[in-house]
């Protein structure tokens, strides 16, 4: 079992960067394909971004590619989330999955593990 648990939601002004975190517990974290999805009111989840187990390899959504990164920290157990340049239309729940495996994951489906999530607010 993995036990997710993300941080750093807010609310930005467009153009503005907020960097979310995702605190893994419990089993082996080097071991999980991580990734981070959102969902807008009436929406549903959509992918944003995914990396493999070490951090080497990364994967983006084309609405967030060149503003967001994802990155890890083994050794802290926790995955983040940078964004700048916010749109309006980042305004989401994001919330953080893992799974285990060496590569990386972009359908929600393929996740079996999940965060409570955390609200950002892009507005002037």
């Known amino acids: 079992q993995v036990q997710l648990v993300e941080s750093g939601g807010g609310l930005v002004q467009p153009g503005g960067s907020l960097r979310l975190s995702c605190a893994a517990s419990?089993?082996?974290?080097?071991?999980?394909?991580m990734g981070w999805f959102r969902q807008a009111p009436g929406n549903e989840r959509e992918f944003v971004a995914t990396i493999n187990w070490n951090g080497r390899s990364t994967y983006y959504a084309d609405s967030v590619k060149g503003r967001f990164t994802m990155s890890r920290d083994n050794a802290l157990n926790t995955v983040y989330l940078q964004m700048n340049s916010l749109k309006p239309e980042d305004t989401a729940v994001y919330y953080c999955?893992?799974?285990?495996?060496?590569?990386?994951?972009?359908?929600?489906?393929?996740?079996?593990?999940w965060g409570q999530g955390t609200e950002v607010t892009v507005s002037s």
């Open positions: 419990g089993r082996t974290f080097s071991i999980y394909a």
């Open positions: 999955a893992a799974q285990y495996g060496s590569s990386w994951f972009t359908s929600a489906s393929e996740y079996n593990y």
